[in-house]
């Protein structure tokens, strides 16, 4: 069954980025490439990939992908950016633009997938809607150690202790790493429409 997955990294305080959408503080950790190190091993097992239109639009300009688009890391598997907004396509890359609910978007993804799993890749509000609609199944954070005051939250949303099972919880260079898998609700509602 295709699981949909949320892996990022946070900072202590439970930020993904700052109010600019910069991820600045992030690559300021020490010991980054450690904690990267089995990222590739993950992707292995993801067929494809879901994000909100400002994770998009961070990763289209600070990989300036309209003048270099063989930067996209993505490979050619499906990426699905929620948007109400027309935004610029990565030149040969797996991108399509959706503006409905997660809900509807849900089975696109899980046919692009097929024997692997769905990658929320960000934001906090997207991963927040697939939530909303009883769709998410794992969270996978690399908490660093930083803090921001304030920025874009890690999951807008209320998921209690009985939604959430702690599997692992391990150390890469300066970032503690956590996997919950999240019990899905017996019928969730529909999710929302727009990142």
Known sequence: ????????????????????????????????????SAFPAFLEGIGAMVMGSATYEWVYDHENLAAHPEKWGYG??????????????????????????????????????????????GGGDVVGQFADAGLLDEIR???APATLGAGKPLLPRVLGSDRLRLESAGRAGQ???LVYSVDRPAAGPAGGSDA
């Open 76 to 121: 050619d598997r499906l990426s699905l950016v929620l948007t109400t907004r027309d935004l610029p396509r990565v030149a040969g890359a797996n991108v399509r633009f959706h503006s409905g609910s997660v809900r509807d978007a849900w089975d696109e993804l899980v046919a692009a997938a097929g024997a692997k799993d769905v990658w929320v890749v």
């Open 175 to 177: 970032f503690a790493e």
């Open 1 to 36: 069954m295709t699981r949909l997955i949320y892996n990022t990294a946070t900072t202590l305080d439970g930020y993904l980025a700052d109010d600019s959408d910069s991820l600045d503080w992030l690559f300021a950790v020490p010991g980054a490439d450690e904690a990267e």
């Open 141 to 143: 954070v690399s908490i």
